[in-house]
């Protein structure tokens, strides 16, 4: 089973847990870029895109996200995730 990361910036990302582990899927939060290597799936809840973007740009995610893309990881976005795919 892979274990999944739920972007923990901006947006519900606690609903995206709870509803992960209704599931029985093994997930974390993700809150810096290093914590990608750990998971072998994403998602980015909604939220803000634009207010997402200046949160990540202090800490990088936006190049460590397209990383893990590259690597074939798989990327889940809902509303605002969704616009910044």
Not at 27 to 51: C, F, H, N
């Amino acid at each position: 089973m892979r274990h999944v990361g739920v972007l923990a910036l901006q947006g519900d990302y606690e609903a995206h847990g709870r509803v992960l582990s209704e599931l029985d899927v093994s997930w974390q939060l993700v809150k810096m870029p290093r914590e990608l290597d750990a998971v072998d799936a994403l998602i980015i809840p909604g939220g803000e895109s634009t207010t997402l973007l200046k949160l990540m740009a202090p800490i990088a995610m936006r190049p460590a996200l397209e990383r893990f893309h590259a690597r074939g990881r798989p990327i889940f976005g809902t509303c605002a995730g969704l616009i910044l795919l």
